[in-house]
């Protein structure tokens, strides 16, 4: 894993945390010097509201202007009238160990809690383009996280703050996989029983986020983490909303869902839209479990309809009645019916019927007759043999995330390809 640091932050604006490792480890400094390198008042505009006295405010010589300001508002009651506000630990609570992983709205560091000694993942939020304060996609990743604690998705413990305002990060539980780069690296695809229990967890996770009016719009593998306990987290809420909230002039955005989950409706220009985008994800993060590769890889949103009318055979009006009246469907020309659905059995030729039912149920035209997460979880795909396994006896992987190799990969020769198909198909493997 790189250790390097987005190009376009500004290395003025960079904590010196990120730095912690490149430059020498500030954990073997006397722990004075570091809290004062901190408390420096320019590094820091936090300590402005601090009810700590600044070393500046105690110089004898020349009371500075910060020393006559009050330390809050005139207009805020102090903050002691308010016990459950907790002003922001500093990222300096946490010893870096490495960079997991940089995406599009922040770089992924795994850490260490100083004080209980507990392995984290801190994700940089990136601020630093930020003109207009706090960003919403920041908050909105923070709040949906708060509001969707589950099991299956993964737990935020509390945000820090660096060396400054742009310094905002989201420590989690550190969960040693995630699903694309573990799908990519095992030599052989989930099984059967596996995939259910992966299936139920993600969708329980799913039902719960649309329980509390959250939508995710970024379900894709990546997204998902994996412990070596076979549980799933779902993650990175960065595009997630609320919503049961009014919705704006123009609709909601239709900049969501990372291209090969996204919705149909979606990319026919849809400004309405529910929790059926997030179903129509989990329909292709199923079709990829069982195909240990994406199921829709296309380059552009043309490309990625044209696959989908391939595979599903084009909309009708009893497939999809609304389809008609959504913006781009007048500049699309629909090509010749098919029988329906023959393109999802020649693609998946071993998955049962109870499979492909559930899987063309997610895969489904129109988000009115699309399945709901909470109907997906009593689909009878779920209670017929293989049953799902319990998660407790999933096996466990070397962590890409946490720098560990996989051990003598080529010590044994691996099972011919034609067995792990057959595993694929014939898993009788006990729940
Ligand atoms: N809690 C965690 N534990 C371990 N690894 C994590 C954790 N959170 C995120 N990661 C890793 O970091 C990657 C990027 O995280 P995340 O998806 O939250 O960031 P992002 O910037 O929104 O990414 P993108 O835009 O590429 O989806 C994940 O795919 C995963 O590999
Ligand atoms: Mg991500």
Redo the contacts with the bound molecule.
């Keep these: 894993m790189s250790d390097s640091f987005e190009s376009s932050t500004p290395s003025r604006k960079r904590s010196r945390w990120d730095h912690e490792v490149d430059e020498g480890d500030d954990q073997l400094l006397p722990t004075r010097q570091v809290s004062k390198r901190r408390s420096k008042p320019k590094t820091s505009k936090l300590s402005e509201y601090s009810n700590t006295p600044s070393p500046s405010t105690k110089s004898p010589v020349k009371p500075s202007i910060a020393a006559v300001r009050p330390r809050h508002s005139i207009y805020a009651p102090p903050r002691t009238l308010y016990p459950s506000l907790q002003p922001a630990r500093s990222v300096y609570s946490y010893e870096r160990l490495n960079q997991i992983e940089e995406?599009s709205y922040g770089v992924v560091f795994r850490a260490r809690d100083k004080q209980t000694g507990d392995i984290v993942a801190l994700k940089k939020l990136k601020l630093d383009e930020e003109k207009h304060g706090f960003p919403i996609t920041a908050l909105r990743e923070i709040n949906a996280l708060m509001a969707c604690r589950h099991e299956n998705v993964v737990n935020i413990r509390e945000v820090v703050v660096g060396d400054t305002l742009t310094q905002v990060f989201v420590v989690m539980d550190f969960i040693e996989h995630d699903l694309k780069t573990l799908i990519t690296l095992m030599p052989a695809p989930f099984l059967q029983s596996e995939i259910k229990t992966l299936m139920l967890q993600l969708l329980s996770a799913v039902s719960h986020c649309h329980y509390h009016w959250i939508l995710h719009r970024?379900l894709k593998t990546?997204?998902l983490l994996m412990n070596n306990r076979g549980t799933i987290k779902v993650?990175?809420f960065?595009l997630a909303r609320r919503y049961g909230d009014p919705i704006g002039v123009d609709g909601l955005t239709q900049l969501v869902v990372t291209l090969w989950y996204r919705a149909p409706e979606i990319l026919l220009g849809a400004t309405t839209y529910s929790t059926a985008i997030d179903i129509w994800s989990v329909g292709c993060i199923f079709a990829e479990l069982l195909l240990k590769e994406p199921l829709f890889q296309a380059k552009s949103e043309m490309e990625l309809i044209s696959m989908i009318f391939k595979l599903l055979g084009p909309p009708t009006s009893s497939s999809w009645p609304d389809y008609t009246t959504l913006p781009l469907a007048k500049s699309i020309t629909l090509p010749p019916q098919q029988s329906h659905g023959s393109g999802l059995r020649q693609r998946f030729s071993y998955l049962t019927n109870a499979g492909l039912n559930l899987l063309s149920k997610m895969l489904t035209y129109d988000p009115e007759q699309r399945i709901t997460a909470e109907e997906a979880m009593q689909h009878p795909y779920f209670k017929e043999s293989p049953l799902p396994k319990h998660p407790d006896l999933f096996g466990s992987f070397p962590s890409a995330a946490a720098g560990e190799k996989r051990r003598k990969p080529f010590d044994s020769p691996s099972a011919p390809q034609r067995l792990a198909d057959y595993n694929l198909i014939t898993d009788f493997d006990l729940p």
Excluded: V
Aim: proline residues 0%; aromatic residues 0%.
């Design positions: 995406g970024d990546s997204n993650a990175d960065g």
